[in-house]
């Protein structure tokens, strides 16, 4: 259980709440996007919205990531106003509902998080690291809140154009370092990094990415890894997006024995699982 990562700043102030990531927490995917690859339509109610929360927080989660809009390839495209639009109420529903749970809101816009701001989020979870809203970090500044910081291509358009990279390690930190420094210096102190599994990036780079996992963020920032249903796992094997629980598990446990913090999962009892193998 012992991580060797120990510079890594193992807590989070959300909200005024002190969140203790010695112990790696489950973050639990709900989407309310009627276009989703892996579970689309299925949440997009209130009614089986909390149902869902209420089971993932059941089954180990304790942070519920709520996206109103899809990323995946050829996804619709929604402005920060639809996307307020279709969250509605759901935040601030969750919250009374389940006062526990720790939310984070799944948005490229500024907009939007001023919106969950107010209705009680407390993480931001940015897949465009600030590239699509030039007014996302210093929103994120004045929220306070803790920031989610991803590796992805520089737009919207370009977000799932595959590149090979020379040194996959290398480009990831550079771009780490680069947005790191711009966030501190603008007053976001709570970072945590994520290597973008499933946007741009060549399956070999993935895997070379999971195997060095340890090398990324230089041991400064907590490190989520978002793999659940990922391509890169699946279409190698010829399989679906459904049938990879084992070989993600896998994938999990080799994560976590290098540092990683926050597992983003869709199936939390069975990420619940390789958690409680890896605190053994």
């Known amino acids: 259980m012992q991580n060797h990562l120990s510079s890594i700043n193992h807590s989070l102030n959300c909200n005024g709440r ?21 579970d689309g339509g299925k949440f997009n109610n209130e009614r089986s ?23 995946r390839p050829n996804a619709e495209f929604l402005s920060a106003k639809e996307e307020i639009d279709r969250i509605g109420n759901m935040i601030s529903l969750i919250k009374k509902e389940f006062p ?59 977000m799932h154009d595959k590149i090979k990279f020379e040194d ?21 102190n709570d970072i945590i990094i994520d290597p973008g599994f499933g946007f741009g990036k060549m399956v070999e780079d993935q895997m070379k990415m999971i195997d060095e996992v340890k090398y990324l963020g230089f041991g400064k920032f907590p490190l989520l890894i ?29 994560v976590l024995q290098q540092g990683a913090r926050i597992l983003r999962v869709h199936d939390v009892a069975e990420a619940k699982k390789t958690v409680d193998e890896f605190l053994k």
């Open 100 to 158: 526990e749970a720790l939310i984070s809101l799944d948005t490229f816009y500024s907009e939007t998080v001023k919106f969950g701001f107010n209705e009680g989020i407390d993480i931001i979870n940015d897949i465009s690291g600030g590239h699509y809203d030039d007014k996302m970090f210093d929103t994120a500044a004045e929220t306070k809140l803790p920031y989610i910081l991803m590796h992805v291509n520089p737009s919207y358009e370009t």
């Open 49 to 71: 919205a909390l149902e869902q929360t209420e089971k993932m927080l059941k089954d180990g989660a304790e942070i519920i990531d709520i996206g109103p809009q899809s990323t």
């Open 168 to 188: 996959i390690i290398l480009s990831v930190n550079q771009y780490f370092s680069e947005k790191t420094t711009e966030l501190l210096e603008k007053g976001v």
């Open 226 to 254: 978002g793999i659940s249903r990922k391509s890169f796992i699946y279409k190698p094997l010829g399989k679906s997006p459904l049938d990879i629980n084992e070989e993600t598990q896998k994938l999990h446990l080799k």
């Open 18 to 38: 002190l969140v203790d990531l010695t112990i790696p927490k489950i973050m639990g995917i709900l989407n309310l996007t009627p276009d989703s690859f892996s």
